[in-house]
Nanobody, 125 residues
Framework: EDQLVETGGGSVQAGGSLRLSCSVS????????MGWFRQVAGKKREGVAY???????AYEASVKGRFTISLDNTNKILTLQMDSLKPEDTAMYYC???????????????????WGQGTQVTVSS
């Protein structure tokens, strides 16, 4: 079974950086989309960044230019490099994967059928 495990969360001051990693195990498919989501207690989950099997990426507007998503397809490690962090970035961050979907066809976060356990990111002002 596919399993996603996130690491790299922690506490940092505003303006600092963190790098989140997501190790993926399980069946490898040719078509997929992977993404990072975040959620604050009491608020709905939001997508942060995505990358699909064609290499296309997409970012939520508030993080574009500050966050970078990348996928090491050989080692099956998804990374989110977060720079110029702001207190508003504080959240639980989740790695997710959607099989047989790409950015061209994915519509909802519910399309992601595999999720990691989450890693907490806290940015102090």
């Amino acid at each position: 079974e596919d399993q996603l495990v996130e690491t790299g969360g922690g506490s940092v001051q505003a303006g600092g950086s963190l790098r989140l990693s997501c190790s993926v195990s399980g069946v490898t498919v040719k078509t997929y989309c992977m993404g990072w989501f975040r959620q604050v207690a009491g608020k709905k989950r939001e997508g942060v960044a995505y990358v699909d099997s064609s290499g296309k990426t997409a970012y939520e507007a508030s993080v574009k230019g500050r966050f970078t998503i990348s996928l090491d397809n050989t080692n099956k490690i998804l990374t989110l490099q977060m720079d110029s962090l702001k207190p508003e970035d504080t959240a639980m961050y989740y790695c997710a994967a959607a099989s047989f979907l790409t950015l061209a066809t994915i519509r909802y976060d519910a399309d992601f059928n595999y999720w990691g356990q989450g890693t907490q990111v806290t940015v102090s002002s």
